[in-house]
C-alpha cells in the first residue's frame, strides 16, 4: 500500500507541480491549502509524511508544528517543512520545534523526491 | 619636507623649485622684486591678500594650503577621512599630500565621501531588507511564484511522458506564474526605486521620524502653550492614517511632559551637571519623561546633545533619536548587548554604563538606562516600556561594554550575543 503525503500549502500551482511528481513518483498525495485547520486534518488523515509550508492562512506552519509535536499522536510523524524565507532564525526555530527537515524555496523537484524519499524510508 | 603650519615661505619655495621656476621670474609674475620674495620665502616677511592670492595662482596651489590659519578645508577633510577609515595621517602629511598632489587628494576626499554615503544606505537598506513588512512580503511573493514556476518547467523538461492534459494545464500555469512573476518583480522594482541618497520613509514609524527630525524632536510652540495637534499635523508632511496617530502620541507625550517639567524650572541646572536620578528627584518628575526633556529641548539649552531610544518588551524600537557614532537599526534587532536590555530585565531600576560603538564613527558614550512599569489595567501585568538616554563619553572609561547597531552590520568577532552572522568581513 502506497505512503501518504498530506500537502499542506496555499499556492495552487506549486500543490499542482508538487502533487503531480510525488504522486509519479508511487505516493498518495492528499492536499490542503489553510492554517486554520490543518492539525485537524492531519489527525484525521494521518499521513506518514507532512509537507508543509510556513506561510498560511489562519496559521503559520510554526505553530501548526508546535502544535503536533505536543500532541503524542504526532511527535514522531515526518515533517518536511517548506519556507520561502531562508533565514538562519527559521530555520533555528523550525529545528526547536522539531522538524524532520527544512527546505527553502526555491527548491528543485529533484531535491524535494530526495527528501521526501529520506523521510518516508 | 614642508614643516610648521607657519611656514607659507618654505612651501612657496619647494613649489616653486618643483614647478623649476626661477625666483626672479616668480617674482616678476606677481609684481615683486627678487629680495622681497626671497625675503617671503625664508619666512622674514608675513604675506595675505592678494600677494598670497598671486603666489598661490602661479604656483597653481589652493590658496587654502598657503593661508597661515592653520588647516586648508582640504587638509582638515583628508585629515577627517583618514581618522575615519583608521589610517594613521599626521596633519603635515595631509598639507603634503593635498599640496603635492592636489588632483589626488581630491579624488581621495571624493571617495570618503562616497563610501561614507554608501555605508549609510547599506545600514538603511540592511534595516529595511530585514525588517520592511512590505518588502518581506513582497519577497515572499516573488519567491513563490519562482518556486512554482521551477517545479512546473521541471516536469515538462524532464524528458518523461507527460498526459497532454496535464502539459496543457503545467504550460498554463507557468504563462500564468510568469505574468505575475513579471508584475510582482516590477512592484519590487518601484518599491525599491527611492531616492539615489535617501531611503524614503516607507512605514509609519519612518514617517513620524522623519517628521521628528525635521524639527530637531523639539516643538518650540509647546513648550509655553497648548496648541491644536491637529494644526501641527496638518502642516507636516505625514499623511498615513497610521503616521498621524503615532505623530499625535509623540505630540501628546511631548506636551505632558513640558507641561511636566518646563524649561523655565530646569534653567537652574542647565547645562546638566547631575545625575538623572537626583536630578528627577529634585523635580518630582519620571525618569522617563526627564530623558525625553533632555533628549528633546535644544543643545543650547541642556549643554550637550542626548540621543535617545526606547522600546517595548519585545525589542520594538518606539522611539529613536540618533546622535553621530551611536548608530541604530530604524526597527527591532538592536544590539542585545546596549544596556537598555538589562533595563528591562530589572524594571524600576536606573542603570549607568559606559559603552563603546563598535560601528564606524563609532565613539564612547554615557548611557542611562531605565524601565517602567506601567499599569494600564488593574489586575493584569503591567506593561514594559524601557528608555536609554546617551550622550558622548569625554573621559577615560576604564570598563566599557563594546556594542554594535544590529547583527547584520556589526563585526565584534567574537560576540556571545550574535544572532546572526554580519555582512561586513572583519572587525572595523
Known sequence: ?121 | MISGVDQIGARIREKRIQLRIRQSKLAQIVGISPSYLNLIEHDRRRIGGKLLTDLADALSLDVDLLSEDGKSSKVARLEEAAHYHKVEMQTESARELATRFPAWSSFLIDLDRNVRRLEAKIDALSDRLSHDPQLATSLHEVITTVTAIRATSSILSGGDDIDPMWQMRFQRNISEDSLRLAEEAQALVDYLDADETEVRTGTPYEEVEAFLRENDYHFEMMEKETPDIDDILNNSAIRSTAGRLLARNALETYQADATALPVSSLSGDLPIQVGLLQLAQKHSCSIPQLMRRLACLPTNIVGREFGMVSMDVTGSILFRKQIDGFHMPRFGSACANWPIFQALQMPMRLLEDVVIHTGREGGTFHTYSYCEAIQDNIGRPPRLVAHMLFYPHTQEAAQATRVGATCRVCAIAACPSRREPSILGEEL
Open chain 1, 1 to 121: 500500500m502506497a505512503k501518504t503525503v498530506l500537502l499542506i500549502e496555499d499556492e495552487v500551482n506549486i500543490i499542482e507541480a508538487l502533487s503531480f511528481i510525488l504522486s509519479r513518483n508511487g505516493w498518495d498525495v492528499v492536499t490542503h491549502s489553510n492554517g486554520h485547520d490543518a492539525n485537524e486534518v492531519i489527525t484525521r488523515r494521518e499521513p506518514d509524511l507532512v509537507v508543509l509550508d510556513v506561510m498560511l492562512p489562519g496559521k503559520s506552519g510554526f505553530d501548526i508544528l508546535r502544535d503536533l509535536r505536543r500532541d503524542p499522536r504526532h511527535q514522531n510523524r515526518p515533517v518536511l517543512m517548506l519556507t520561502a524565507r531562508g533565514q538562519s532564525k527559521d530555520r533555528d526555530m523550525a529545528e526547536q520545534l522539531g522538524v524532520s527537515k527544512f527546505m527553502t524555496k526555491p527548491f528543485s523537484n529533484t531535491e524535494v523526491l530526495d527528501a521526501v524519499n529520506e523521510l518516508l524510508s
